[in-house]
């Protein structure tokens, strides 16, 4: 076995590595830096993908080399071809340790991958070190995010994805460069048993991913009816955020589940959450909880969301909030 | 059609009490049909009322209290159950679970046409067993579904959700579906389900009605172990304002976002 790491990255439409593999990629670099290792960049691709624009970021992010595992059946995700591209690679080359971005397509497939390689897989990490006896220690949230677990797998390679902001994006190094390294899976079209029929863009309204946003701001019941939502949209639009929802608006409609944060929701961990009206349920707290800082603005004073909270303001939404929006409006106008 | 369905007992993880220590109070929690799996439960049963002729059969791997969960099923709308129990299952993950959940298969319902779980078990949330299962059995998985119809007998219409936003599958079955919250909420049993439930056998099958052996289940059987379990540390300093005054509640505010340089 060679000492490798391995960052599976997927790439956005536009042919750019996604936030969540640049911070896979950083969390590798960092590994290599207390163990030293090569760090191979996984792409999966159609044949005639163009990833040039993929191969430069990925080496600036640390990536010394790009493993491009590119057929004409890899253009778009399918389950079963993906698995069977990646694990017939991870067979051949044998790195230590597998990593990459916890997004609903690595979940689909890397369980599957893991189950051929006949290797353990730990999901949506927030943390990673190397324990005493050289082997990862991997750290994830448990039982409704309410418990952490340290876990480590002695299988090969270790295969751990991590959840979405919860490692820092290194700063890119514009001198550094990767090479492209092109590999043929074999696959043929009746391996694939699903076969994608439409694809419906997310109705965020803003069009930014919940999950990618350094500040999410969210609304809950205590802002009355759909109606006003315009003031979540107006602080989030202030504050370069995503809008994000309690369950209790969306099951009332009011907004699309694509915005839902929570148990049955989305989990972020953004730099930044703003929970305006939100009681702070535990089911709630799980897909908000390892936000970086948190700001919750609630008339109950004894509201759970404060017992999380950084700052909290015991207030009424409809005055705080149209204030807040002007300050950081005139904050930012200042910074210009 | 055959459907099978399988759910976890888990804590109430709303309701998780601790010792002085801080560790789980492991004899005090409250257990319950995992969430995500009572969405699957109640999608397996729509998938059944609307195919003439289709059975509905949930299993678990559990302990012997687990049988709640498989008689709730029961009254749900399920036909039939089994429970997979024997003390060297005791310290699986997700791995070693998708192994004996696949014997259980094999043994119980071979010819099976749909598998649905839930999307995460709410203690483990890991995800991992349904694909693996479906790995282990040579069938094809869809995660994140939120809505799983027949199409036909060999074909399921799956809508699943991404981060940007859903995409439509149509999968050749037998297959798996992992099942997140639905547009609709799972059935509270009625009277005459609970009764039903009562009166039907829960069979119980151990390692050795299913050929497993000690490498393959268990604690011995996982690839995932965990070295440490541990409260979430809590936050520490938190400050709570009156916002009465709400210029003056902003321009507090305002410093403290500027003192974290988040404006
Ligand atoms: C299995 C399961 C899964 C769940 N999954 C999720 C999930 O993914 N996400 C989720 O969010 N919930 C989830 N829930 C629901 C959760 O338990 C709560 O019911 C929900 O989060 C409540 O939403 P809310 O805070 O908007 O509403 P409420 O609990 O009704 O809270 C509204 C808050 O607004 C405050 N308020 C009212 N008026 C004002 C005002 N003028 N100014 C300021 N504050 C005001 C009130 O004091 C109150 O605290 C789940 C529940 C279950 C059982
Ligand atoms: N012990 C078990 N018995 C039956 N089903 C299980 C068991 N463990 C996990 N599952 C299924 O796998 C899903 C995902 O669990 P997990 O991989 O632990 O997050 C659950 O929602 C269940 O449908």
Known sequence: MTNAIWVVAELSESGAPLDISLEALSAAQKLAAANPADITAVVLAGSNTDLSQAQNLLGQYGATKVLALKHDLLEQY????????????????????????????????LPRVAVRVQAGLAPDAIDLAFGAN????I???TYGENMRAVVHTATR?????LRA??????????????????????LSADMAHTKLTQRVKGETKT???????????????GLKGPENFPLVEGLAEALGAAVGASRAVVDAGWRPHAEQVGQTGKTVSPQLYVALGISGAIQHQVGMSSSKTIIAINKDGDAPIFDIADFGIVGDVFEIVPALTKAIKEANMAAC | MNIVVCIKHVPD?????????????????????????????????????????????AICMGGPQAKDILKRAIAMGCDDAVLLQDDAFNGADPWATAQTLAAGIRKHVPNFNVLLLGQFATDSMSGVTGPALAELLGVPSITFCKKAELKDATTLSVERETERGSEHYDMTLPGVVCVMKCDYEPRIPAIKGVMKANRTEIPTLDKAALGLSDEQIGAKGARVEVTKLYRRPKKEGGRKIDGSDAQAAVSQLMSFLREQKLV
Not at chain 2, 31 to 56: D, Q, S
Request: net charge negative.
């Open chain 1, 139 to 141: 750290t994830r949230p």
């Open chain 1, 165 to 186: 902001k919860a490692f820092a994006k290194a700063k890119p190094d514009s001198g550094a460069s990767a090479a492209l390294e092109t590999a043929t899976p074999d």
């Open chain 1, 134 to 137: 050289g082997q990862l220690e």
């Open chain 1, 78 to 109: 399918q389950v079963e071809l993906y698995t069977k591209a990646l694990a017939d690679a991870i067979g051949a080359q044998q790195p230590q340790i597998v990593l990459a971005g916890s997004t609903s397509t690595t979940r689909d497939f």
């Open chain 1, 157 to 161: 390679p270790q295969m751990v994805s």
């Open chain 1, 207 to 221: 069009g930014k991913k919940l999950e990618e946003a350094e500040i999410v701001v969210s609304g809950g019941r």
């Open chain 2, 13 to 57: 993880t709303a309701h998780l009490k601790y010792d002085a220590q801080d560790n789980l109070a492991q004899d005090n929690l409250e257990w319950v049909m995992n969430p995500f799996c009572e969405y699957a439960v109640e999608t397996a049963i729509r998938m059944k009322e609307a195919h003439e002729g289709a059975t509905l059969t």
